[in-house]
């Protein structure tokens, strides 16, 4: 970019500047210094003259850089002449003569006062959601209640596929991670009771812990991050592209046609992947007091129907369709929550694994309590 | 660059050159074998039945789709045979208005019609912010849209964004795919002029698939038609008027063609455009 572009010189008050060679995007950056260097020039100046003659290209971005130096001499109160314009380029000139300037983006407030007000939104926007998901459940009553009297208006088909997808399809994934978490319970287990010599303990805990809390904690926590992302992601598609309008118009409800089939599955789904994670967990925790420490498999069982009693069993199971309805809720609100552009799909379908974990666990803590005070 | 002068017949400059190009899905052929060649400074109109391929001739053209056989030349460089460097050289000089505007939907307007600058041009904020601002203005929006997110814009000022996107580098070749289409017959006028404007104004070659026969009427120097996978005729508006070809009657003298071909009679809103 040796090429010069603009020349400047001055006699007396008078400024005669000539441009040269392209003034394109290409050259744009090392115009706009050169440009900018002329208008800071001091001195009194009355006159300017622009000769472009010398100009052999000239794009939009040339025409406003000389735009700019016409104005903001004339802004001066200089005469300011541009000469030697090839006919070509007189449309392209006019076109940007006529561009109102400035508009400058307006200025937040203070970072203190845009602080506590970004705190004061996400607490409103909290009471929102919660409001939303409040919303939700009522809803689906309703739609439960007009199921219950015409039960042939439930959409079957679209919960079995869903059952499939979001219990069926789990299944494997759900047995190996609960599998593993039950091991790495007993070999710690195993790992620290032997200090006191109670390795035989270490049943009693893994087949509490995994039947009341693991079992389901571990499952909800997986169907929030694998069926409730999806059904946020799903659902706020279908929002973006206006589906859900176009059901509802046909006069169809979304909560009966998309959402409660969704919700349904999961609360069907969710206590039967429990069952099962639950087994494969004390499976993985018989195997590993077996092998790592030296507990037979029949005084593991022995051990166990001693430790454990139905209660533990129900207790856990009880929770699960809860923690489906939660987290089934949650995915429904946010995907409903999306608005127009790709990154609002994001960040909806972050906001509900996170929420949805998050209550998640806040629910199993007040089962806890629950479960606590009424002795089970 | 010295390609670049290679002259096309009538002493014409050749800027979009498509041979022989046979495109397909599965076992489908959507385009068998087509040619065409666009001339600088000049709008040329494509037209063709719904699903004749016509969308996807052009991203063809911009390399989006692949194509089975034939070759692509824009600016006299092969696209097939092109290094890296060459082909984003040459995609610098094309915009592209995509048909549902393809508006960056988590960026403001302003930062849309940037993008392209910054990525490409090293150049001050303020600069920046001016140009944008020039921009929205040339194709006829006010400065206060620029804070705007696109899922805030109606259908015709999405359209206009994008166009103002597609400009932002001052392409030479300017790719619009149904650019009047979801507007009204006002706003679809006064775009079409603004296309035209442009066009003198910058100088551009405006490749434009359509429907539009106002559009095809009031600003398309060249139409090509694209049927059963080829071009079947390419030429000016009289050229398509007189021609027997049943599937250019049936398009440019069905009902809906008259309204447009009477007001096409009368002066045109566009002096010095036929």
């Known amino acids: 970019m040796s090429d010069i ?15 040269a060679g392209a003034w394109t995007a290409e050259n744009a950056h090392n115009l706009e210094a050169l440009i900018d260097s002329e208008i800071r020039r001091g001195g009194t ?17 040339g025409a406003w850089l000389l735009e700019r130096l016409t104005r903001s001499f004339t802004a001066r109160g200089c005469d300011t002449k541009v000469t030697g314009l090839k006919e070509d380029y007189r449309a392209l000139i006019d076109e940007v003569h006529g561009v109102k300037r400035e508009h400058k983006a307006e200025h937040h407030g203070s970072t203190l006062a845009s602080t506590i007000a970004s705190v004061g939104e996400n607490i409103v926007s909290v009471g929102h959601s919660f ?4 919303n939700m459940l009522g809803a689906l009553v309703v739609v439960l209640a007009r199921i219950v009297s015409h039960p042939r208006r439930f959409r079957f088909t679209s919960m079995v596929h869903q059952l499939d997808n979001v219990g069926w399809r789990a299944v494997p994934i759900i047995l190996l991670i609960t599998f593993l978490i ?8 195993i790992f620290h009771f032997r200090k006191f010599g109670a390795d035989i303990y270490v049943v009693d805990m893994v087949g509490i812990l995994v039947l009341r809390e693991l079992g389901v904690l571990i499952v909800a926590i997986m169907v929030a991050g694998r069926s409730g992302s999806a059904y946020t992601a799903e659902l706020g598609s279908m929002k973006m592209r206006e589906e859900i309008d176009a059901l509802r118009t046909m006069g169809f409800d979304p909560i009966e046609v ?4 969704r919700i349904v599955a999961l609360v069907i789904g969710v206590p039967i992947l429990t069952f099962l994670g639950s087994m494969a967990a004390l499976y993985g925790g018989g195997l590993v007091c077996w092998l790592y420490g030296g507990i037979d498999p029949d005084i593991f069982l022995a051990r166990l129907k001693e430790a454990i009693t139905l209660d533990h069993f129900k207790v856990g199971l009880i929770k699960a369709p809860f923690m489906a309805l939660i987290v089934g809720v949650v995915a429904c609100v946010e995907g409903l929550a999306v608005k127009g552009s790709a990154e609002s ?24 309590i629950f479960f606590a005070s009424i002795g089970m | ?12 400059d050749v800027v979009i050159e498509v041979r022989d190009v046979v495109v397909g899905f599965g076992n489908h052929i959507v385009l068998d074998r087509v040619g065409l060649d666009v001339y600088r400074g000049e709008i040329l109109g494509f037209v063709g039945g719904s699903g004749a391929g016509k969308s996807v001739l052009m991203r063809a053209i911009i390399g989006l789709l692949p194509k089975r056989a034939g070759a692509i030349k824009i600016f006299g460089t092969d696209m097939a045979a092109a290094s890296d460097l060459e082909r984003q050289a040459i995609e610098r000089r094309w915009g592209i208005l995509f048909q549902q505007g393809a508006l960056f939907s988590s960026l403001t307007v302003r930062e849309n019609l940037q993008f392209p600058v910054r990525e490409y041009l090293d150049l001050s904020q303020d600069l920046l912010d001016e140009l944008a601002i020039a921009k929205l203005d040339m194709v006829g929006l006010d400065a206060s849209v620029c804070d705007k997110f696109p899922a805030e814009l109606s259908g015709g000022m999405t359209k206009r964004v994008a166009l103002a996107r597609a400009l932002a580098l001052d392409p030479e070749i300017v790719f619009l795919d149904e650019p009047t289409s979801g507007l009204d017959p006002i706003g679809a006028g006064e775009f079409d002029s603004l296309i035209a404007t442009l066009q003198r104004t910058l100088g551009l070659t405006v490749f434009m698939v359509t429907h539009d026969l106002d559009s095809l009427h009031t600003v398309c120097d060249r139409i090509a038609v694209l049927a ?38 009368m002066p045109s809103p566009l002096p010095g455009r036929a």
């Open chain 1, 5 to 19: 572009l603009l020349e400047a010189t001055a006699q007396g008050e008078q400024l005669r500047l000539a441009g």
């Open chain 1, 45 to 61: 100046i009355s006159q300017v003259v622009i000769d472009m003659g010398r100009v052999d290209r000239l794009d939009t971005f």
């Open chain 1, 131 to 134: 409001g939303a998901m409040v």
């Open chain 1, 182 to 189: 039950g091991c790495i319970i007993a070999q710690q287990g």
């Open chain 1, 258 to 261: 998309l959402i409660l089939p």
């Open chain 1, 345 to 368: 799909l994001g960040l909806q379908t972050t906001a509900s694994v996170v929420e949805s974990i998050f209550l998640v666990i806040v629910l199993d803590g007040l089962f806890a």
């Open chain 2, 1 to 12: 660059m010295a390609q670049e002068k290679a002259k096309g017949n009538g002493g014409k």
């Open chain 2, 228 to 265: 059963d996978g080829k071009i079947i005729a390419a030429g000016t508006m009289d050229t398509m008027l007189a021609s027997t070809h049943p599937w250019l009657q049936a398009y440019f003298h069905g009902k809906r063609s008259r309204a447009s071909h009477l007001e096409a009679g």
